[in-house]
């Protein structure tokens, strides 16, 4: 079957650690081009990919599929540009900036039959899918709080970085926000309001850098009490997530382990991938049937692969596409929301 001709868009963190080795590794795609402005980061691993200067070589290229994975502020100007030059496009979170841009997005998609995906890769983390498991397993009886919190450290203002200018777009509301916030819709499902607390912490900060979010009764699970959180200024972690339930709780610390594997170059794909040391087990206590159950819960390995299986699926076999645009949209609407609601401190209906 013919391979997927691919083009990363930039070639930075996202491009070196998310992208460009998982489509390098996969024998269902072929990574074609790759836009490196000045530098050829790329030449030493990717010997055989072809190194342009500039986003256009991309669009007048042969390639089928582009990754947008761009500063955010980006996104809606070259996933437009991509879609109109009639390429499928993968965009990294957030999708965009606005709701009314995202539909725009959505719109062009349709009208040419494009692909249009939105790159929400912690959806297939280990310590999300585990706590997936545990609610549908109803490990805990019935779920009735929930919390998701990532939590960072560093106490000054990163210079050089597009992440920190101050621009409408940035922030850790659309960074990790995009994540814990997609997270809680899979699991539970569009929230009938949501009320938000944003701010910046830390000494000359631009964008906001904390956040704490109650999304209130949502679809799936009115009854259950969700708060996402994130801040820059954690210097002892918090648990990832913790479940509380009528029959019992599990709290998890650490993160999933993908990202530092690849950061230290280790292959996609490769034996025992994505896979948690059994020390990094969530700790569950419940009590079934008279029976006190405490202990280590085994977490599910995690894999950002499957994701690009997804991708090849949707396009060569005509599989459902798991990470629709469409279905993202929401999460930029709770965005959205959530600073309404922290710029009013009020409760915003939906």
């Not at 390995?301 to 629709?324: A, E, K, M, V």
Request: glycine content about 8%; aromatic content about 10%.
């Amino acid at each position: 079957m013919k391979k997927i001709k691919t083009g990363l868009a930039a070639f930075g963190m996202s491009g070196q650690v998310f992208h460009a080795p998982f489509i390098n590794a996969n024998p269902n795609f072929e990574l074609s081009m790759i836009v490196e402005r000045s530098k050829e980061l790329s030449r030493k691993q990717y010997p055989n990919v072809l190194i342009v200067r500039s986003f256009d070589e991309l669009l007048t290229s042969d390639i089928e599929l582009i990754i947008v994975n761009t500063p955010d502020t980006t996104h809606y100007e070259f996933a437009k540009k991509a879609l109109e030059a009639g390429k499928h496009v993968i965009v990294e979170k957030p999708f965009t900036t606005t709701i009314q841009q995202g539909k725009e997005l959505i719109d062009i998609a349709k009208r040419k039959g494009l692909m249009l995906s939105v790159f929400q890769n912690r959806r297939l983390d280990s310590d999300f899918l585990t706590v997936k498991q545990i609610i549908n397993y109803e490990v805990l009886g019935r779920l009735v709080e929930f919390e998701s919190t990532f939590s960072r450290y560093r106490n000054f203002i990163k210079p050089d970085t597009w992440k920190e200018t101050g621009k409408s777009g940035e922030g850790l509301i659309y960074n990790l926000g995009s994540h814990v916030i997609d997270q809680a819709l899979q699991l539970f499902g569009m929230p009938e309001a949501i009320f938000a607390d944003i701010a910046t912490l830390r000494s000359d900060g631009k964008v906001d850098d904390y956040f704490i979010i109650h999304l209130l009764h949502p679809v799936n699970a009115p009854e259950v009490k969700i708060t996402l959180k994130s801040s820059y200024l954690m210097c002892e972690a918090e648990p990832r997530f913790v479940l509380h339930g009528t029959e019992g709780s599990y709290i998890k610390y650490g993160v999933d382990r993908q990202e530092s594997d690849l950061t230290t170059g280790l292959i996609p794909y490769s034996p025992h991938w994505g896979e948690e040391d059994e020390s990094l087990w969530g700790q569950l206590h419940t009590e079934r049937d008279g029976i006190i159950i405490k202990g280590k819960y085994p977490s599910v390995p995690g894999n950002y692969g499957d994701f690009y299986d997804n991708i090849f699926l949707h396009l060569r076999c005509d599989g459902i596409l798991l990470s629709d645009a469409e279905g993202t949209l929401p999460v930029i609407q709770l965005i959205e929301a959530a600073i309404k609601s922290s710029r009013e401190q009020t409760v915003i209906k939906l």
